[in-house]
């Protein structure tokens, strides 16, 4: 893994890492590391987590207001556009929405205006300036790893 400063972002290092053919940008806050991908391409929970698996990781889960917002900050704050991919997804049952990683449900949700909709059968979530929109897990996008450590 290669490893590249970036800069200093509201006092948070960004850097550029590359794990095998997949680029990141990377961000800490508060004894958790963020990776975001730097390419977009088709979601898939489980792929997207194992990778996360392989950075010592998870798809991001947010536990509460302040690392929403920290997490929101920083997808709105990278190079390049989303949409951001989170772990939240409620595959298994319409409505309940649950972490892929731990399987648990999701401890803080705030949605966009109107949301969720499940508009055609939309089972991932993803992250943007105005909050969670449930999404198509199969559409391309970019996704964000939580490393606690």
Known sequence: MSIIPILLLAGVLMIASVQGEVSYEQFTNYGTKYYISMQREPFDL????????KLGGYLVQMDNKEEFAYVRFIAVSVSGRGPFFTGITDEKEEGT???????????????????????????????????????GCEKNGRYICEVPF
């Open 46 to 53: 489980a792929k997207m987590n194992g990778r996360c698996k």
């Open 97 to 135: 929405w649950l972490n892929y990683h731990s399987k648990k449900p999701a401890k803080f949700l705030k949605w966009r205006w109107f949301q969720p909709d499940n508009w055609w059968g939309e089972d991932c979530v993803e992250i943007g300036y105005y909050g969670l929109n449930d999404y």
